[in-house]
């Protein structure tokens, strides 16, 4: 597989609405040149790659075909074979996710309130907030 062949394109039985479906299964029969009962199967339901190992060019003038028949599809990239995650089975146990898992949070003692959040008890601010409701400089009460 080259690095430019690695589209490929997906079609799950949607339709895109232009055509009902009787019409467009028969359309897909007549251009992909397939009988009832392989059109019937991929109208079924479950994703099927229709064409693999194409570049980005070529799969985009795959989609664009399928759209003027009426079937909703796209591109995906194709899945690279040497991926373990992949396998049926796999089963990723790394460390970092266990421990982010079962991180305990801060102990409540450990959270220390916003200190600009509280009044201040300068003799200033005090008269100020007495006079004016609020201190020159206090961004955090939200009063204008």
Request: glycine letters at 8%; one cysteine or more; proline letters at 5%.
């Amino acid at each position: 597989m080259s690095e430019e062949n690695n589209y490929r394109v997906v079609f799950a039985g949607d339709l895109t609405g232009e055509f009902d479906l009787d019409t467009t299964r028969r359309r897909f029969s007549k251009v992909f040149r397939l009988d009832k009962v392989k059109v019937e199967r991929l109208f079924s339901g479950p994703e099927y790659s229709l064409k693999s190992e194409l570049t980005e060019k070529q799969a985009m003038k795959y989609a664009m075909k399928l759209a003027e028949i009426g079937c909703e599809c796209w591109i995906d990239l194709m899945p690279d074979p040497d991926d373990i995650s992949l396998q049926p089975g796999f089963v990723e146990r790394r460390k970092g996710q266990r421990r982010f898992l079962f991180r305990r949070g801060p102990r409540a003692g450990a959270i220390v309130p916003d200190r600009r959040l509280l009044r201040s008890r300068r003799k200033i601010d005090l008269i100020l907030f007495d006079k004016h409701g609020d201190f020159p400089g206090n961004t955090i009460s939200g009063r204008n």
